[in-house]
């Protein structure tokens, strides 16, 4: 008997993508990278600094006098952070939310896998716009539910007439993140209402993830979804604290739904997790009261970072800038190579590790090839202006 079938698996899972942001970190074993080029890594959008001083004080305090941190919590979230979010998320969107129509979760990931739990099962259909965020795609395929692919036009932007063709009567969401990962790309609000109404009209959800909101470059409210008394009717919004408050490792996700939709997620997270952690979510209550403005002034600094980015690539002859913005940029590269050879490549040889676009796109696709994620996020502005130099020289290593 073949040891595979000693050891049985499930299907769906076998048939997913290992975790790419893994398979890139294996380019860099055996790799020696010299003291003048050193590696400059923008490969994953995840803030390598940890949370600003006066929070990590915060949370010693919590950790060392207040108990239930080391506790479980209730499972759909801390009531203080709930309302909290509640009460901002009114202000911020001009609309009506209620803290019981607040999750806490263990990230946004698992915002995501739940929502979608929710939604949908084996044999049904969610349409996902790419360059798509890798980790939903791997959600669905091993859920068993059929992803829609919808490819992005000009300016990174997904097309809702083009969406509309696409649907069928087993469509069960369609998901828009904006700030867009990977592209970079802002969604305008006419778009995001336009994919809102597709959605209410076919009798789907849509699943809004707005993990990067934090970093868009409009201050004007991007959207006006929740203004709207019947939202709760097709619309999930996401959000993850990661970003905003460099708490990727305390796991502090959001998940904005209907009471009769978070009765139903309780159930979910109940088994997976029981709660989110009670650290990461007294940090980010914490945070959300005391650092409005440390939270600004991190917003310009990736807006510069956006800028360096974007002037430095689009200085590369033959290069194309398709999206920049939050913390990412999306290029078109002019090299023989296609990226999932290059990327490794540029490991070796200029000391960048980057993400290719076949990461991000279905099989076959063929614009991909020819497509890289960069994450600048974690780079200095006078790093990006190195990008741009050590780039430049890419002609001579592809030859």
């Given at each position: 008997?073949?040891?595979?079938?000693?050891?049985?698996?499930?299907?769906?899972?076998?048939?997913?993508?290992?975790?790419?942001?893994?398979?890139?970190?294996?380019?860099?074993?055996?790799?020696?990278?010299?003291?003048?080029?050193?590696?400059?890594?923008?490969?994953?959008?995840?803030?390598?600094?940890?949370?600003?001083?006066?929070?990590?004080?915060?949370?010693?305090?919590?950790?060392?006098?207040?108990?239930?941190?080391?506790?479980?919590?209730?499972?759909?979230?801390?009531?203080?952070?709930?309302?909290?979010?509640?009460?901002?998320?009114?202000?911020?969107?001009?609309?009506?939310?209620?803290?019981?129509?607040?999750?806490?979760?263990?990230?946004?990931?698992?915002?995501?896998?739940?929502?979608?739990?929710?939604?949908?099962?084996?044999?049904?259909?969610?349409?996902?716009?790419?360059?798509?965020?890798?980790?939903?795609?791997?959600?669905?395929?091993?859920?068993?539910?059929?992803?829609?692919?919808?490819?992005?036009?000009?300016?990174?932007?997904?097309?809702?007439?083009?969406?509309?063709?696409?649907?069928?009567?087993?469509?069960?969401?369609?998901?828009?993140?904006?700030?867009?990962?990977?592209?970079?790309?802002?969604?305008?609000?006419?778009?995001?209402?336009?994919?809102?109404?597709?959605?209410?009209?076919?009798?789907?959800?849509?699943?809004?993830?707005?993990?990067?909101?934090?970093?868009?470059?409009?201050?004007?409210?991007?959207?006006?979804?929740?203004?709207?008394?019947?939202?709760?009717?097709?619309?999930?919004?996401?959000?993850?604290?990661?970003?905003?408050?460099?708490?990727?490792?305390?796991?502090?996700?959001?998940?904005?739904?209907?009471?009769?939709?978070?009765?139903?997620?309780?159930?979910?997270?109940?088994?997976?997790?029981?709660?989110?952690?009670?650290?990461?979510?007294?940090?980010?209550?914490?945070?959300?009261?005391?650092?409005?403005?440390?939270?600004?002034?991190?917003?310009?600094?990736?807006?510069?970072?956006?800028?360096?980015?974007?002037?430095?690539?689009?200085?590369?002859?033959?290069?194309?800038?398709?999206?920049?913005?939050?913390?990412?940029?999306?290029?078109?590269?002019?090299?023989?190579?296609?990226?999932?050879?290059?990327?490794?490549?540029?490991?070796?040889?200029?000391?960048?590790?980057?993400?290719?676009?076949?990461?991000?796109?279905?099989?076959?696709?063929?614009?991909?090839?020819?497509?890289?994620?960069?994450?600048f996020a974690n780079v200095s502005v006078e790093g990006l202006r190195t990008l741009g130099e050590r780039l430049a020289t890419l002609g001579a290593v592809a030859a």
């Amino acid at each position: 008997m073949p040891a595979t079938d000693r050891f049985p698996t499930n299907p769906h899972v076998a048939a997913t993508t290992a975790p790419p942001v893994m398979e890139a970190r294996r380019w860099l074993q055996g790799v020696d990278f010299p003291d003048n080029r050193p590696l400059l890594n923008l490969s994953q959008a995840a803030p390598l600094d940890p949370p600003p001083e006066p929070l990590r004080e915060a949370m010693a305090e919590m950790i060392r006098a207040e108990p239930d941190t080391h506790r479980y919590g209730p499972v759909l979230g801390l009531p203080a952070l709930r309302s909290e979010i509640a009460w901002r998320s009114s202000a911020r969107y001009g609309g009506e939310i209620h803290a019981e129509e607040v999750a806490v979760t263990a990230g946004c990931n698992q915002a995501f896998c739940t929502a979608i739990m929710t939604l949908a099962a084996p044999g049904d259909a969610v349409l996902l716009p790419f360059p798509w965020y890798f980790n939903h795609k791997m959600w669905l395929d091993m859920s068993g539910i059929e992803t829609i692919p919808l490819p992005c036009g000009e300016g990174m932007l997904p097309d809702p007439d083009a969406a509309r063709a696409r649907l069928t009567p087993r469509t069960r969401a369609i998901v828009l993140v904006t700030p867009n990962n990977p592209t970079g790309a802002e969604y305008p609000p006419a778009l995001i209402a336009a994919f809102a109404e597709l959605a209410r009209s076919h009798g789907a959800t849509l699943v809004l993830d707005e993990t990067y909101r934090d970093f868009a470059s409009a201050e004007a409210r991007p959207h006006d979804l929740f203004a709207d008394p019947d939202w709760r009717d097709h619309l999930i919004q996401l959000y993850s604290f990661s970003k905003s408050f460099r708490l990727t490792g305390h796991r502090t996700g959001t998940l904005v739904a209907s009471a009769k939709r978070l009765a139903e997620a309780e159930k979910i997270l109940d088994t997976m997790t029981i709660c989110a952690p009670q650290l990461g979510q007294k940090a980010a209550l914490w945070g959300l009261r005391n650092l409005s403005d440390w939270v600004a002034a991190e917003r310009l600094e990736i807006l510069r970072r956006r800028d360096a980015a974007r002037t430095a690539l689009s200085a590369l002859p033959g290069w194309k800038v398709l999206g920049c913005g939050a913390y990412f940029a999306y290029v078109e590269h002019p090299h023989p190579l296609p990226s999932h050879e290059l990327a490794p490549l540029l490991v070796r040889d200029l000391s960048l590790l980057m993400l290719p676009g076949t990461m991000f796109a279905p099989s076959g696709d063929p614009a991909a090839p020819r497509q890289l994620r960069i994450a600048f996020a974690n780079v200095s502005v006078e790093g990006l202006r190195t990008l741009g130099e050590r780039l430049a020289t890419l002609g001579a290593v592809a030859a």
